[in-house]
């Protein structure tokens, strides 16, 4: 007993000299975080990227403080990428489409494809951008992607339904996916999202084609009561990033980075769940505001694959003269396809119920 006492103030004179030759204490250091979001507090996507931060704290014991900053109060979503990559936030949430031109790479993860559900394709976007690291990302860093719109058209029109490939000709319809539009026959029209619940109710656009989420968020089934879904399996999907300063992320010690990167790997699928969840709930409101649901035919199902497929092509080639071999292009676009069938494959073993089965037991 006497042995065992007198050995504890010797392992404290031990901590006591180790300190005193240059040992490091343990760091108490709380890192302070400005995080920007431009939709509206109350989104789906706003809250889990809310949850995501909190997530981010909780698992650093509090030595990450994020100050969430909601709606564009800092930053809108045109801003965010330069706000974020300037030093305005130090992480914020963008999506690829308000920034034209700046990521030719990263859209062979956005080409229309057969991820089976946002889950699927947000984990394989993440995949594809690990492993390539894009030089038109390397003055941030990413700590999670999200895709959108995948598996699943919905096609709001506030008259007249769209039902075949004919239906396209002469309406006109906003969308975040330009090509999309003009390869099935329609015009597209450039309208601000805040301005197509107004632009349908006036007829200053006939219609509006992407994910089901704004039919809730937006309320745009109170004014388009013609929804259309075509489940064929190519779609486009949108990436959307959480991203931070990379000045900002090289000052955080290895241990904080290790945490924020482990917690982002989760939330790839968490996010991308909020898609697939929005697109049940867009479904949902639209059936409770009487909107007439309708769905395309597997024949024409074909012919909307048909007429997309060049799309896939046309973009595949442009990317050569953006200083990318062709090489480089048809082994990304590989390399992408075989990941979104990883998990696919992985989706039963999750718990992960396709978006296409999911919409279809609403509508």
């Not at 330009?178 to 219609?207: Q, R, S």
């Not at 900002?248 to 996010?271: C, F, R």
């Not at 639209?286 to 024949?299: G, H, L, N, P, R």
Request: aromatic share 8%; with cysteine; hydrophobic share 45%.
């Amino acid at each position: 007993m006497k042995k065992k006492l007198m050995l504890i103030p010797l392992a404290l004179l031990l901590v006591i000299s180790l300190v005193a030759i240059g040992c490091p204490a343990p760091s108490t250091q709380v890192f302070e975080l400005s995080y920007a979001l431009f939709q509206p507090p109350a989104a789906a996507l706003s809250v889990a990227n809310s949850e995501f931060a909190a997530a981010i704290e909780s698992r650093t014991n509090g030595r990450v403080k994020i100050t969430v900053h909601q709606g564009g109060s800092l930053l809108g979503g045109p801003a965010m990428y330069e706000g974020v990559r300037s030093g305005i936030a130090d992480m914020g949430n963008v999506i690829t489409v308000y920034n034209p031109g700046t990521f030719p790479f990263t859209s062979i993860a956005e080409l229309p494809g057969a991820a089976e559900s946002g889950w699927a394709v947000s984990n394989a976007q993440y995949d594809f951008l690990m492993k390539y690291q894009p030089e038109e990302w390397a003055d941030v860093h990413i700590i999670t992607t999200c895709g959108d719109s995948t598996n699943i058209m919905a096609v709001a029109m506030a008259k007249t339904p769209i039902l075949t490939l004919e239906d396209w000709k002469g309406k006109s319809v906003r969308t975040v996916n330009p090509e999309v539009v003009t390869a099935l026959g329609g015009t597209v029209k450039d309208v601000p999202m805040a301005d197509v619940y107004d632009a349908l109710a006036k007829g200053v656009v006939d219609g509006e084609i992407g994910a089901a989420e704004p039919l809730v968020s937006w309320k745009l089934a109170d004014v388009a009561k013609h929804i259309t879904l075509n489940f064929a399996p190519v779609q486009p999907a949108i990436v959307w990033a959480n991203i931070m300063n990379k000045a900002k992320w090289d000052s955080l010690p290895a241990d904080i980075q290790k945490t924020i990167t482990e917690v982002g790997e989760e939330y790839n699928g968490k996010l991308g769940l909020v898609w697939d969840a929005q697109a049940v709930a867009g479904i949902t409101y639209a059936k409770s505001v009487d909107c007439t649901i309708y769905t395309i035919s597997a024949e024409e199902q074909d012919r909307w694959t048909a007429a997309l497929l060049p799309v896939v092509d046309a973009k595949l080639q442009e990317l050569p003269a953006k200083g990318f071999t062709q090489q480089e292009v048809e082994e990304a676009w590989a390399y992408f396809q075989s990941r979104v069938d990883y998990w696919n494959g992985q989706q039963a073993s999750n718990n992960i119920t396709p978006v296409r089965e999911r919409v279809l037991e609403v509508s």
